[in-house]
């Protein structure tokens, strides 16, 4: 019975999981209609001896009032929210890991330790948040001044055209720019790269007996299981014997 219970809740997991993919996919092609039906090839005139052709989505037939709305809605829906809700839910988390590290009582060195911890991982989310406001600002400002600005074809300059150019490449390089900004702010994350990107060994590397932690119990494991008794004699003449049992526990 529990058998048939769980086979039968997989299968309609499994069947919304579907019917999502499909709904979304279904939605995508709606929504990209408008532009596939659209779109065309325009000519615009730079002097009287140069032009260029570019696909254009946003009919002449159609007004002005279309391309209008459209920058608008990708510039709320693409931009405006995301960025509202990554930095409401990154700041609460990043305000929470600030009070929680106030919250930890006493001075010991691993509470010190987990405190700046917990600063850096709160720096870096908020890194990720000026990151992605960064990336894609210059394009959806760019985008708003050509649409909305009555004359925006006749002000379009090299910096405009500059600022277009670094919009578009920006947007795509977001991707990319998550992990240098993930290399700037955590200590952990650099380590490592910088151990896989130079083919640097994991064992020893600086001043003797700084061993990480994993590596000293990988040497006490590997030596506990082969010693059984180790004498020792005190400077005071007194003699006891300490047994290493399996379990790691001593007996005197």
């Excluded at 039906?37 to 615009?44: I, L, M, Q, T």
Aim: with cysteine; glycine share 6%; hydrophobic share 45%.
């Amino acid at each position: 019975m529990k058998l048939f219970f769980f086979s039968g809740g997989s299968k309609r997991a499994t069947r919304l999981t579907v019917a999502t993919a499909i709904g979304i996919w279904i939605l995508a092609a709606l929504l990209a209609t408008p532009a596939y039906v659209g779109s065309y090839v325009r000519a615009f005139v730079v002097n009287p001896t140069t032009q260029f052709l570019v696909c254009y989505p946003y009919p002449v037939e159609w007004g002005e009032g279309y391309p209008r709305g459209i920058v608008l809605m990708r510039f709320l829906v693409y931009y405006s929210l995301p960025l509202a809700v990554i930095a409401l839910f990154y700041i609460l988390m990043a305000r929470h890991l600030v009070l929680s590290v106030q919250n930890v009582p006493g001075e010991m060195q691993g509470t010190q330790r987990q405190m700046r911890a917990r600063r850096k991982v709160a720096v870096t989310v908020l890194a990720f948040v000026l990151v992605f406001a960064a990336c894609f600002l210059p394009s959806h400002v760019f985008m708003m001044w050509f649409y909305y600005c009555p004359t925006a074809q006749e002000d379009y300059n090299g910096w405009w055209h500059a600022l277009r150019i670094i919009g578009f490449c920006l947007s795509f390089l977001n991707s990319c720019v998550n992990p240098i900004a993930l290399y700037c702010t955590s200590g952990i994350f650099r380590k490592h790269f910088n151990r896989y990107l130079l083919c640097r060994s994991s064992s020893t590397h600086g001043p003797r007996g700084s061993l990480s932690l994993s590596t000293s119990r990988r040497l006490h494991s590997s030596r506990k299981t082969n010693i059984s008794m180790v004498p020792r004699t005190t400077s005071v003449g007194r003699e006891s014997s300490i047994r290493l049992l399996n379990n790691g526990s001593s007996k005197l």
